[in-house]
Nanobody, 125 residues
Framework: QVKVVESGGGLVQAGGSLRLSCTASGLTFGDYGMAWFRQAPGKEREGVSCIAWSGDYIYLSDSVKGRFTVSRDDIKNTMSMRMDSLKPEDTAMYFC??????????????????WGQGTQVTVSP
C-alpha cells in the first residue's frame, strides 16, 4: 500500500522560512517524479514545484522561483522543499504527489497517481 506523508508546515511570519518534507512508502521512490501542489481557500490548486524521477529536471512556478528550492533523497525516500522569504499569499494547504516516471516537463495534477493528506502553511503579515 502506497503512503505519502507530508510534514513541516506551520505558522510563520512574512519573510520567514519553512522546510516541508514528503516521505513516500510502498513504492520505488526513485521511479517517481515528485511534486508539491498547494491550495488556498477559495482558490484553485496550484502546482508549485516538481522534481523529475531522474532528478535531472526541476520545475518551480513563477510565483515561488527564487524563494523556494526542492530536492530529493532517493535513499531516504524523501523530497524536501525549502521555502524562504515567505509571503502571506503563500498561505495554503501544501500537498505532495507522486507520478510514475514523471519528468515534470508536463506538470498537471491529473498525472499524479498518489497524494498525501497535506500540511498547512500559514504566513502572517
Amino acid at each position: 500500500q502506497v503512503k505519502v506523508v507530508e510534514s513541516g508546515g506551520g505558522l510563520v511570519q512574512a519573510g520567514g522560512s519553512l522546510r516541508l518534507s514528503c516521505t513516500a512508502s510502498g513504492l520505488t521512490f526513485g521511479d517517481y517524479g515528485m511534486a508539491w501542489f498547494r491550495q488556498a481557500p477559495g482558490k484553485e490548486r496550484e502546482g508549485v514545484s516538481c522534481i523529475a524521477w531522474s532528478g535531472d529536471y526541476i520545475y518551480l512556478s513563477d510565483s515561488v522561483k527564487g524563494r523556494f528550492t526542492v530536492s530529493r533523497d532517493d535513499i531516504k525516500n524523501t523530497m524536501s522543499m525549502r521555502m524562504d522569504s515567505l509571503k502571506p499569499e503563500d498561505t495554503a494547504m501544501y500537498f505532495c504527489a507522486a507520478h510514475y516516471k514523471g519528468n515534470c516537463q508536463t506538470f498537471e495534477a491529473g498525472l499524479f497517481e498518489y497524494w498525501g493528506q497535506g500540511t498547512q502553511v500559514t504566513v502572517s503579515p
